[in-house]
């Protein structure tokens, strides 16, 4: 056996052992007939066509509907917890909490007030704990910007009566000084957070940081000597967060699809039995990833379209699969399962010949 057969039959190895048994012979004496007397390895050409023809044999998807909606299915749920993954573990390296010098120079910049205590950090936002639909948060934002978690605020003791009116003086500070400006709500107005309604608040973006201020008019601190006025800042989530999600959604997908290939033939090869284990084991997961990727692309249409896009809501996939965390785990588990059981799905007999139809040359 020359070094160029042997070069050939490892790339062979690409492709699955049914494959290789039926054709492989063939498909090597074609490749050294057609190769330049004296030559010892494949062409780089020759090498790429069949990696990549093999994979695609491998992993190839059964005919028929079902068994394209499954793949389908299972890709995109992939895709969805591996860029949950990759955009969370991002969102968690980066420090949203700005240094307290820079908090205290904004305090300063659009109040002559003291604050009574701060810089403190906290870990979120009172009524604001992930990035949804919460009016207290999204609704409230300037386009493009959002409620990042974590933050550190300035707190003010300001009498009832002149709590709106600070806030107020606050609001056009900041807006002279070139922030970007979301709407206010009053206490206790038609308009106010309905989970808050004592609070007046308004969002402001600049750059890369983020300001909430809300008060408490209501005098429902006035006797106890608690703060009422906080002035929030945080750092916007950064743009990696979207390169993660996106890049975690597409090596997801590609990776589902093979998956959901190598499952599928097996479950082609397994007897009724089988069949009946595979379909009981990954019905709930189906049925579960189906759901959430239309919670996903739901609320990826609202943030886009209603809201203004920004880098948090690229943690979209992982503010969907948390959401229900159980159930969701209870969806990956089913389709583990399934896999597992794939796994010992009997092979083809070597007496069984491959379909001239699944061949890829």
Known sequence: ?????????????????????????????????????????????????????????????????????????????????????????????????????????IGRSVTTSTPVQGPYPSANYAGCDRADTNESCESLVPAGTDPVLTHTWLAYQVPGAEVNAWVDRVRDRLAADGWQLGRTVYSMSDQAVAKYPEQTIFWAAKDDLVVRVSGDPTEKYGSSGVPNVIIAVHAQAPPLVTTAAVAGLLLGIVAGRMLAGWALRAFQRHAAAGRVAMLVAGAPGLVVAALAEVAALVLAYYFATALGWSHQDSRIPYLVLSFAGVVTAGGGISLLLCGALAAVAPRVPATASVPEDEVTA
């Open 1 to 105: 056996m020359t070094q160029l057969e042997v070069a050939y039959r490892r790339l062979l190895l690409c492709y699955p052992r049914s494959f290789r048994r039926e054709r492989g012979l063939e498909v090597v004496t074609t490749l050294m007939d057609a190769a330049e007397p004296g030559r010892t390895k494949p062409t780089r050409t020759e090498a790429f066509n069949l990696i990549l023809s093999g994979l695609r044999w491998r992993f190839r998807l059964p005919g028929g509907p079902w068994y394209q909606t499954a793949a389908v299915v299972v890709a995109l749920f992939v895709g969805l917890a591996a860029s949950a993954a990759a955009s969370e573990a991002i969102w968690r390296a980066w420090p949203t909490m700005p240094a307290d010098s820079v908090v205290e120079a």
